[in-house]
């Protein structure tokens, strides 16, 4: 199993190594003199010198490359065009709320959809169980940007002004105005957890129908305790994966989120940035929403293998 | 779509009796049915909306932002556009994209994954380990990246979602006919000397068709939904083009005082994707029962 391991380690970070070449070399394939293309036409000289020594221009491209790369371990990330910050100090406080909006979604959306698949899986081909489904097929259909504004045509506007449809704050107190942040979450919350609840059920059903659950049955014991004691804890294994890929896909799937509701984190910067052709915040972003989902990918193949009895077991 | 679908589907060599069985098993569940309506009735208004709009999509009828004007349906838009008929315009182009990502995907995602799995050796290496860097990266942030440095183009568009569907199409590809080659009629195809070209396309394309079918349903509704999303970003067709997308965008501003403008689009897109969705899981549905049914 170690050596599985290690042979995926391996492989992320060739992944992460590829992806990192192909964001560098975004701006290698700006027509021309990436300076002059960046800045524009009517670009003062002082600028374009500038902007050249920023970005190594002068340089062979894989010095220019080396170079990036090793600012990235001492977050230098360049300086933004748009607002003439250094790009970490930019992004610095929208990571946090990003990060601080994903994790209540997880927190959120994690024990209910496990709670709803498992219980989905007790009403098996009951009407709850056929509801689910249908919801659950349907909720995985819808993109969710389209999930976030049916929530605001139905709870931010009209009759029921129950919530607002857009985030008015600064990035650096999100936290302080939680009715805000109701409709962003149950729009995550909403997106992520089909795959988990369509897991949990199958994986519940499976070990419903194993001898041990029925050796528990036959023993006499409370349904209660057969079903939390002996049959839960053994389907959580192979939905922990599912949980931490849909926790990766999170890193992406945010930015229409943070669009829609104009919540200050690092999606609505690359939107502003893409908007302004600000190139370092845009390279910065992608990065780090690529080495977020590779990272979490990484660790949901771990766990996958770890929750894989024939893998574990082989390596004795 | 789902005509469309079907009918486009002959992207593969036919094979009649399975194809047929197939979608009869699927025909069977009820919501294959409700998915094909739903779908039928988003397709009629794409396809025959720009015939029966009462307005020009992009010049002014009106004052900005005004609902239960008498003379159109259901108001304007931000700069007094009308709404219904920018409605009934904007469905074609994004149907149009969707399939044809979706279509191009999932055939270069089957050439990849049958030469991967019936040739073996350093080339399916080679192949899936590309394959699972492509898999890497997030549909939507790789093609935001790449259009925000070349500009938003439809042809891009389809290279970027048909690419990265490819590469989810090949998996299933190279499973589905690493289960055909250990058949006896591929050995008999081979002691006969047909070239492996042949054996790719006649043998192992037909015997993989219900599983390529149930993918291609899977990435039409991913494609709907992505490029909806590019578009709603204003990264996919631009302005002043009618687009379902692209409407959501320029009028979530107004959403509080023009609610239509936002209201039919989303709704368009939301029953698209369901009903897509509807069919493909009745296909995948039929596809596991009918290959029960024919390989034991």
């Given at each position: 199993m170690?050596?599985?391991?290690?042979?995926?380690?391996?492989y992320?970070?060739?992944t992460?190594?590829?992806?990192?070449?192909?964001?560098?070399?975004a701006?290698?394939?700006?027509?021309?003199?990436a300076?002059?293309?960046m800045?524009?036409?009517?670009?003062?000289?002082?600028?374009?010198t500038?902007?050249r020594?920023?970005?190594?221009?002068?340089?062979?491209?894989?010095?220019?490359?080396?170079k990036?790369?090793?600012?990235?371990?001492?977050?230098?990330?360049?300086?933004?065009?748009a607002?003439?910050?250094?790009v970490a100090?930019?992004?610095?406080?929208?990571?946090?709320?990003?990060?601080?909006?994903?994790a209540?979604?997880a927190?959120v959306a994690?024990?209910?959809?496990?709670?709803?698949?498992?219980y989905?899986?007790l009403?098996?081909?009951?009407?709850?169980?056929?509801?689910?489904s249908?919801?659950?097929?349907?909720?995985?259909?819808?993109?969710?940007?389209?999930?976030?504004?049916?929530?605001?045509?139905?709870?931010?506007?009209g009759?029921?002004q129950?919530?607002?449809?857009?985030?008015?704050g600064?990035?650096?107190?999100v936290?302080?105005?939680?009715?805000?942040?109701?409709l962003?979450?149950?729009t995550l919350?909403?997106?992520?957890s089909?795959?988990?609840?369509?897991?949990m059920?199958?994986s519940?059903?499976e070990?419903?129908?194993?001898?041990?659950?029925?050796?528990?049955?036959?023993?006499?014991?409370?349904?209660?305790t057969?079903?939390?004691?002996?049959?839960?804890?053994?389907?959580?294994?192979?939905?922990a994966?599912?949980?931490?890929?849909?926790l990766g896909?999170?890193?992406?799937g945010v930015?229409?989120?943070?669009?829609?509701?104009?919540f200050?984190?690092?999606?609505?910067?690359?939107?502003?940035?893409?908007?302004?052709?600000?190139?370092?915040?845009?390279?910065?972003?992608?990065?780090?929403?690529?080495?977020?989902?590779?990272?979490?990918?990484?660790?949901?193949?771990?766990?996958?293998?770890?929750?894989?009895?024939?893998?574990?077991v082989?390596?004795? | 779509?789902?005509?469309?679908?079907?009918?486009?589907?002959?992207?593969?060599?036919?094979a009649?009796?399975?194809?047929s069985?197939?979608?009869?098993?699927?025909w069977?569940?009820?919501r294959?049915?409700?998915?094909?309506?739903?779908?039928?009735?988003?397709?009629?208004?794409?396809?025959?909306?720009?015939?029966?709009?009462?307005?020009?999509?992009?010049?002014?009828?009106?004052?900005?932002?005004?609902?239960?004007?008498?003379?159109?349906?259901?108001?304007?838009?931000?700069?007094?556009?009308?709404?219904?008929?920018?409605?009934?315009h904007g469905?074609y182009?994004?149907?149009?994209?969707?399939v044809?990502a979706?279509?191009?995907?999932?055939?270069?995602?089957?050439?990849?994954?049958i030469?991967?799995?019936?040739?073996r050796?350093?080339?399916?290496?080679?192949?899936?380990?590309?394959?699972?860097?492509?898999?890497?990266?997030?549909?939507?942030?790789?093609?935001?990246?790449?259009?925000?440095?070349?500009?938003?183009?439809?042809?891009?568009?389809?290279?970027?979602?048909?690419?990265?569907?490819a590469?989810?199409?090949?998996?299933v590809?190279?499973?589905?006919t690493?289960?055909?080659?250990?058949?006896?009629?591929?050995?008999?195809?081979?002691a006969?000397?047909?070239?492996?070209?042949?054996?790719?396309?006649?043998?192992?394309?037909?015997?993989?068709?219900?599983?390529?079918?149930?993918e291609?349903?899977?990435?039409?509704?991913?494609?709907?939904?992505?490029?909806a999303?590019?578009?709603?970003?204003?990264?996919?067709?631009?302005?002043?083009?009618?687009?379902?997308?692209?409407?959501?965008?320029?009028n979530r501003?107004?959403?509080t005082?023009?609610?239509?403008?936002?209201?039919?689009?989303?709704?368009?897109?939301?029953?698209?994707t369901?009903g897509?969705?509807?069919i493909?899981?009745g296909?995948s549905?039929a596809?596991?029962g009918?290959d029960?049914g024919?390989?034991e």
């Amino acid at each position: 199993m170690t050596r599985l391991i290690l042979q995926r380690l391996f492989y992320g970070l060739l992944t992460l190594f590829v992806v990192s070449l192909v964001v560098f070399l975004a701006t290698q394939a700006l027509p021309g003199d990436a300076a002059r293309a960046m800045l524009g036409r009517d670009a003062t000289p002082e600028r374009l010198t500038a902007l050249r020594e920023q970005l190594n221009l002068n340089d062979p491209v894989a010095v220019q490359y080396g170079k990036w790369i090793a600012g990235l371990f001492v977050l230098n990330l360049g300086e933004s065009f748009a607002n003439a910050m250094p790009v970490a100090e930019y992004l610095g406080p929208r990571v946090s709320s990003s990060v601080a909006l994903m994790a209540l979604a997880a927190i959120v959306a994690t024990p209910i959809a496990v709670a709803i698949g498992a219980y989905s899986a007790l009403r098996r081909d009951r009407a709850a169980d056929h509801a689910t489904s249908m919801v659950t097929l349907i909720t995985a259909a819808v993109p969710e940007f389209a999930v976030g504004i049916l929530l605001v045509l139905v709870f931010a506007t009209g009759s029921l002004q129950l919530f607002p449809a857009v985030f008015a704050g600064s990035s650096e107190a999100v936290l302080e105005s939680p009715e805000q942040l109701v409709l962003p979450v149950a729009t995550l919350v909403i997106a992520v957890s089909p795959p988990i609840i369509r897991m949990m059920r199958a994986s519940m059903i499976e070990v419903l129908e194993s001898e041990y659950v029925q050796q528990a049955r036959l023993k006499g014991l409370p349904e209660r305790t057969v079903i939390w004691r002996h049959a839960a804890p053994n389907a959580i294994g192979p939905v922990a994966q599912v949980i931490a890929v849909q926790l990766g896909w999170l890193a992406g799937g945010v930015v229409a989120i943070e669009f829609l509701f104009r919540f200050p984190g690092v999606g609505m910067a690359l939107m502003d940035a893409i908007d302004n052709r600000d190139i370092p915040v845009i390279q910065a972003v992608t990065l780090l929403i690529a080495a977020i989902y590779i990272v979490v990918n990484l660790l949901a193949d771990i766990v996958g293998l770890a929750a894989n009895p024939k893998v574990r077991v082989s390596s004795r | 779509m789902s005509t469309a679908t079907l009918e486009t589907a002959p992207a593969d060599p036919p094979a009649p009796r399975r194809r047929s069985g197939l979608l009869h098993a699927a025909w069977r569940h009820g919501r294959t049915k409700a998915g094909v309506i739903i779908v039928g009735l988003v397709v009629v208004v794409a396809i025959a909306g720009p015939f029966l709009s009462p307005y020009s999509p992009t010049e002014p009828v009106g004052p900005p932002n005004s609902t239960g004007v008498e003379e159109s349906l259901f108001g304007t838009d931000g700069i007094g556009r009308d709404v219904f008929s920018r409605f009934l315009h904007g469905g074609y182009t994004l149907i149009g994209i969707a399939v044809l990502a979706a279509l191009g995907g999932v055939a270069a995602g089957a050439v990849i994954g049958i030469v991967a799995g019936y040739l073996r050796g350093w080339l399916d290496e080679f192949l899936m380990r590309t394959n699972d860097m492509v898999l890497a990266f997030p549909q939507l942030v790789l093609a935001l990246l790449v259009m925000s440095i070349i500009g938003p183009q439809v042809w891009l568009i389809v290279l970027l979602i048909g690419g990265s569907h490819a590469s989810r199409v090949a998996r299933v590809a190279r499973e589905a006919t690493l289960k055909v080659i250990e058949q006896d009629f591929i050995k008999s195809a081979e002691a006969i000397g047909l070239p492996r070209w042949r054996i790719m396309a006649t043998e192992i394309l037909p015997n993989i068709s219900s599983p390529l079918l149930v993918e291609l349903g899977l990435r039409i509704t991913y494609s709907v939904g992505l490029i909806a999303t590019l578009s709603f970003l204003g990264m996919g067709l631009q302005p002043p083009t009618a687009d379902w997308g692209l409407m959501i965008n320029e009028n979530r501003v107004a959403v509080t005082v023009q609610p239509w403008a936002v209201a039919l689009p989303v709704g368009a897109v939301a029953l698209l994707t369901i009903g897509a969705n509807l069919i493909t899981d009745g296909l995948s549905r039929a596809s596991i029962g009918i290959d029960r049914g024919v390989e034991e």
